[in-house]
């Protein structure tokens, strides 16, 4: 089995899915953040102003230091109601006044530092572990000023953290909750959002599944701007088929009237041996079918060319061939075949030339239009073939030349030499009327083009003008 | 606001007569002594600043339903049961029970309790528990104790300031003839004192008429109680109400008043040792004091007051707890009590009565 095709609406679902996630996942995070700082601002104030109140109420009187705690400095306190506290006041040469007498790690420096940088009774914020529990501490530098010296007080107050926890869970489970309702909320809207958008799809596969085999009328849908495109593509793609359709249609029938018309003739010539009497009208009878027989030989071999051209210009790629040597093979093969009807080829090249292309539809090509030329050619007469390079205004071209000395080509019938079993009306020479057709298909394919003159004093030139490839002078 | 108080005492009465009818004779040590035969038993021991009469009916229910228990109950004062607890690390109990809250809130406080919750636990108000690791167990009314023979026909004083009132017209009568708790010596005494001087306007008053009249101290509130009895006081203030109560039954003429400007609530309370030794045994005790049947026996055979109300009241006590009217003032049991415990304002505290009793420090 190979891999199912991907679903556009999976593809989209799996998007948005991913996208949802890491959004609702940061936000999560974030809001993990911002409640763990807001608890932790939050408590911490409660801290500071405990410390305040005590530090308001401890006073220098007389050379002593009075400390008088105030309820409310515990009841700000006790607003974590589940939370231990503990508190110490600490003289100036560090001796515990009244409070807890082994608080940890009491940073006097920085609480001096603080102090001197902002003032009266600047907060500092410190963690560290007492009693068995994680406990957040806060620490000020009160002056004692008195009228003739000042001392240094130093105020601890620290609390368990579980309020805090609770309260930054508390904050954290209510914002996650948001983020679950906004991730299902945006995630239906989405998948609501992706079924309406993907649903001309639909209309379009229904629309297509409903014609029937051989319709191929252009498809007029309402479809969004997006998908226009492909119905265009559809269209054009079916138009082409359309037209590809006809002209076969068009060949077959042409085809077998081709086929048709020698085989009646064949048939009543032989019908016609068969009852004559006079051996020597017989014969004639006889030589002449063998003669049609040929022509009709001839006819099928072009359009099983044809066919075979036709499959390899959609199976085979170009390679890289010299088209001198291939035009002198062909000369090579039919100068023998134009002696016996006592014309002469003769090839004229001077330029080594590399193309890409398909060496047996070439020689095919280079074939049909040399023997046309010979079969159009009078007794006694010259088909001069030559490969140049014309050095034009933009660009050099190749030229294929083939010239010959018969009857030529009125201007009016240059137009249709080219069309499947054309026959010029003044021909008396037998031919399929293919042999043009396929050299002109060919051409096509190798994106060359054909050029046909009139030859001096009579007779026609046709040339075949390649696109500009690498040329080396031989 | 009148009825309130009347309320209060109905209540109290009833719980007289329950004890009166239903205390057991088991005393605690005795019980003790037949389970320490029991050799495959456990062992639990309680350390406590309840009267042991008062508690035994409790111990001896507990009993009755645990034989394999060995029960120790060792009697302290409430100060001296904090300073015994900090200073013999290697002999903590397993369960403390004392109504002193504010040195019971220092210790749980400095770590020394180990969390615990049950469904008895967690049907307390949440104003009589902290942190899982102190419960309250029973609430106990600060009365004003009167001998009515001193009257001599005048209204009972009501408040402190009728109280106030009442010593200045008896004077020279009250002389070296009103009692109180020593705030240096009893763990209670202080709190209840140090209360006093954080929430009454007539403190100072008091504190004054108190020296003038060269007040006695009592170490607690039965010898108080006792010397009241005796005649050698007139007027116990901040006298445990269950106590008063209880001993009013026996001497009518000794009559309890809450005061109606207010009335302090201690809590009893109690918490388990982080290093208890039997901490199951304790568990299973103080579900027993916190159950029902805990809760009842405090109301039907001992002087004490049930925290939650009784059966059939699981939200816990109104008439005590309520913040409805202004009488009753529950210490808060919380950070607030730290204060209390602080040294500083101790001092300032003792300051103060130093000086305004000079006779007591001679």
Redesign the interface.
Same mark, same amino acid.
């Given at each position: 089995m190979t891999r199912a095709n991907p679903s556009i609406r999976r593809q989209l679902l799996w998007m948005t899915l991913l996208v949802l996630i890491v959004i609702n996942g940061f936000v999560a995070w974030s809001a993990n953040l911002y409640a763990n700082r807001a608890a932790r601002l939050s408590y911490d104030r409660l801290l500071l102003g405990s410390v305040l109140q005590i530090a308001e109420n401890i006073n220098s009187l007389d050379g002593n230091i009075v400390i008088d705690l105030p309820r409310s400095a515990f009841e700000t306190l006790a607003m974590a109601p589940s939370d231990r506290a503990f508190y110490s006041i600490i003289g100036p040469d560090q001796h515990v006044l009244s409070g807890y007498t082994d608080l940890p790690d009491i940073p006097f420096d920085d609480l001096d530092q603080v102090r001197d940088q902002g003032g009266q009774i600047t907060p500092f914020f410190y963690n560290g572990v007492y009693r068995g529990e994680e406990v957040r501490f806060l620490g000020v530098n009160k002056q004692l000023i008195d009228s003739n010296s000042s001392s240094d007080i130093y105020i601890v107050v620290g609390q368990t953290l579980s309020a805090r926890q609770e309260l930054a869970k508390e904050t954290n489970w209510f914002v996650l909750r948001f983020v679950m309702l906004f991730f299902a909320v945006t995630l239906l809207l989405l998948m609501f959002g992706i079924w309406r958008v993907l649903r001309p799809l639909q209309r379009l596969r229904k629309a297509i599944d409903e014609r029937s085999a051989l319709e191929l009328k252009p498809l007029i849908l309402p479809v969004p701007k997006e998908i226009t495109p492909l119905v265009n593509a559809i269209n054009r793609s079916n138009t082409q088929l359309n037209s590809t359709l006809e002209r076969l249609k068009r060949f077959t029938s042409e085809a077998a009237h081709q086929i048709r018309t020698p085989l009646a003739g064949l048939s009543s010539q032989a019908q016609n041996a068969l009852d004559e009497k006079d051996e020597t009208q017989r014969q004639q009878q006889l030589s002449h079918i063998v003669e049609c027989s040929n022509l009709l030989r001839e006819t099928v071999n072009q359009l099983l060319n044809q066919a075979t051209l036709a499959h390899r210009f959609q199976s085979q790629p170009l390679k890289s061939i010299s088209l001198d040597r291939l035009t002198k093979e062909v000369c090579r093969d039919l100068v023998v075949w134009a002696l016996q009807k006592g014309v002469e080829i003769e090839y004229s090249g001077k330029v080594e030339v590399e193309i890409d292309g398909d060496d047996f539809a070439l020689k095919q090509m280079i074939r049909n239009i040399i023997e046309n030329a010979v079969n159009y050619s009078s007794r006694q007469s010259v088909v001069e073939v030559s490969l140049h390079v014309e050095h034009g205004k933009s660009r050099d071209e190749v030229v294929l030349r083939v010239k010959d000395q018969g009857i030529g080509v009125s201007d009016e019938e240059k137009q249709h030499i080219f069309e499947r079993f054309y026959r010029s009306p003044n021909s008396q020479q037998p031919g399929t009327g293919i042999g043009l057709a396929i050299a002109k298909e060919v051409a096509e394919h190798h994106h060359a083009s054909f050029r046909l003159r009139d030859n001096t004093p009579r007779g026609l030139i046709v040339e075949v003008v390649f696109p500009p490839v690498e040329v080396t002078a031989s | 606001m009148k009825r309130l108080p009347v309320f209060f005492l109905a209540i109290l009465t009833a719980i007289v007569i329950g004890t009166a009818v239903g205390a057991g004779s088991l005393l605690a040590d005795k019980v003790l002594d037949k389970a320490v035969d029991n050799s495959t038993g456990s062992e639990l021991v309680i350390y406590g600043a309840v009267d042991r009469e008062t508690i035994k009916s409790v111990f001896s229910a507990f009993l009755e339903r645990h034989p394999q228990i060995a029960l120790k109950y060792r009697e302290f004062n409430s100060l001296d049961l904090y300073q015994y607890f900090l200073e013999h690390p290697d002999e903590r109990p397993d369960l403390m029970l004392s109504s002193a809250m504010d040195l019971q809130f220092k210790l749980v406080? !400095? =770590?020394y309790a180990q969390r615990y919750s049950s469904e008895h636990t967690d049907r307390l108000p $949440?104003r009589s528990k902290?942190? !899982?690791e102190l419960f309250g167990y029973a609430v106990e009314p600060i009365v004003i104790a009167i001998n009515t023979d001193l009257l001599a026909g005048a209204p009972l004083p009501q408040s402190r300031e009728q109280l106030l009132a009442l010593i200045r017209n008896k004077d020279h009568l009250l002389d070296e003839k009103i009692g109180l708790p020593d705030i240096k010596s009893t763990g209670i005494g202080y709190l209840t004192w140090s209360y006093d001087s954080?929430l009454s306007r007539t403190y100072e008053r008091l504190l004054e008429a108190f020296g003038i009249h060269h007040s006695r101290l009592y170490s607690d509130t039965r010898s108080m109680l006792r010397a009241l009895t005796r005649g050698e006081i007139f007027i116990a203030y901040n006298a445990l109400g269950s106590y008063t109560q209880a001993w009013s039954q026996e001497h009518p003429w000794i009559v309890p008043v809450l005061p109606t400007d207010y009335t302090t609530i201690v809590l009893r309370t109690a918490f388990i040792p982080k290093a208890s030794r039997n901490p199951a045994e304790a568990k299973t005790f103080l579900d027993f004091l916190l159950s029902d049947i805990g809760q009842q026996l405090l109301t039907e055979h001992s002087s004490l007051i049930p925290v939650s109300g009784g059966p059939g009241n699981d939200s816990g006590s109104p008439t005590l707890f309520g913040a409805s009217h202004s009488l009753l003032r529950p210490i808060?049991l =919380? #950070?607030? #009590? #730290? #204060?209390q415990t602080? $040294?500083?304002?101790r001092q300032?505290l003792f300051d103060e009565w130093d000086s305004a009793m000079p006779h007591l420090s001679k």
């Open positions: - | 406080n !400095d =770590g $949440t902290w942190r !899982d954080q808060p =919380g #950070l607030e #009590l #730290l #204060l602080d $040294t500083a304002k300032l």
